[in-house]
């Protein structure tokens, strides 16, 4: 099946890298895409799938942060993360990670290629390699990826994760990331 002009490779991204004006307050980088992640997957004739912003779903595009800009972003970040460990913003994250890890079920089951999962660094939902805790950029995973990676182990399935910020050189992490994580 499917044998036609697609690619059958698709990678997962934070939904902020392909829209930056669903990020909190403060914090976008560009008017509106990380165009280096996008042109990276599209040169590659890999497809490129949008998750969920799950702070915009859960707490809205204010995050309910009535300081806005003026918040320090490691405190913000502090802050939105406790928010999103109660109660029903935590049910909505459950929720997300399911919807994402069903479609990669889904696209494994026909044989699709998925090349990765890229998240975005410092972020208290969608970072891989560092998160926001404490009021600081700490290593670990933010509380979405958190829920994927679990997900992701229940079901054996092994997907490579990197996550990026604003000051890498995107290309060049991206394409080591494809040689040496896959
Ligand atoms: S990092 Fe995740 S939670 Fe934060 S704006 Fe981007 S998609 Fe939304």
Redesign the pocket.
């Known amino acids: 099946m499917f044998h036609d002009g697609r690619s059958k490779k698709v990678v997962f991204i934070?939904?902020?890298?392909l829209n930056q004006n669903?990020?909190?307050d403060g914090?976008a980088v560009y008017p509106a895409a990380f165009r280096d992640v996008i042109d990276y997957f599209l040169n590659a004739d890999i497809g490129i799938v949008q998750?969920?912003?799950?702070?915009?779903c859960c707490l809205g595009l204010d995050r309910g942060n009535i300081h806005g800009i003026d918040s320090p972003v490691v405190v913000e970040n502090t802050r939105?993360r406790s928010a999103m460990k109660s109660g029903s913003p935590n049910e909505k994250l459950e929720r997300m990670a399911d919807y994402i890890v069903q479609q990669i079920i889904e696209y494994k089951k026909y044989g699709f290629e998925i090349a990765g999962m890229v998240?975005?660094n410092r972020?208290?939902?969608?970072?891989v390699e560092t998160t926001s805790d404490n009021n600081a950029e700490v290593n670990g995973m933010?509380l979405?990826i958190e829920k994927i990676s679990h997900r992701l182990l229940q079901e054996s399935i092994q997907i490579p994760m990197i996550g990026i910020k604003g000051t890498d050189n995107i290309q060049e992490k991206l394409q080591r990331f494809m040689v040496t994580e896959r």
Do not use: K, Q, R, Y
């Not at 934070?14 to 890298?17: E, F, P, T």
């Not at 998750?51 to 915009?56: D, L, Q, R, V």
């Not at 972020?123 to 970072?127: A, E, I, L, R, Y």
């Open positions: 934070a939904h902020c890298l669903s990020i909190s914090t998750m969920p912003c799950p702070e915009f939105i998240g975005a972020s208290p939902n969608c970072g933010g979405l």
